[in-house]
């Protein structure tokens, strides 16, 4: 099994910047894409940025030159720098990953239990 543990979330003016965490822990053999989705309610979870393994990475329209996504494989870890924040970032933001914990395994999605991120005034 693989943990997720998120943080980082909180309260910040517009303009202003966070940077989120997500450690993954357990019985891990190999990450493969690592992502951050956010979530407002009443609305769907919605794609804001993914990375391969190999660094390539995606980001929604929305927060293109704003956020950032990084990852560090030998510590499991993957990070979104949010700069330039609007109130509509308020959300509240998960990981994903996509795991192997044995070499023979499928890959399985993993997610984590949420950071919440309000930006307001």
């Known amino acids: 099994q693989v943990q997720l543990v998120e943080s980082g979330g909180g309260l910040v003016q517009p303009g202003g910047s966070l940077r989120l965490s997500c450690a993954a822990s357990g019985n891990i053999f190999r990450l493969y894409d690592m992502g951050w989705y956010r979530q407002v309610p009443g609305k769907q979870r919605e794609l804001v940025a993914a990375i391969t393994r190999g660094d390539m990475t995606n980001y929604a329209d929305s927060v293109k030159g704003r956020f950032t996504i990084s990852r560090d494989n030998a510590k499991n870890t993957v990070y979104l720098q949010m700069n330039s924040l609007k109130p509509e970032d308020t959300a509240v933001y998960y990981c994903?990953?996509?795991?192997?914990?044995?070499?023979?395994?499928?890959?399985?999605?993993?997610w984590g239990q949420g950071t919440q991120v309000t930006v307001s005034s």
């Open positions: 994903k990953v996509d795991a192997r914990i044995t070499a023979w395994g499928a890959k399985y999605e993993y």
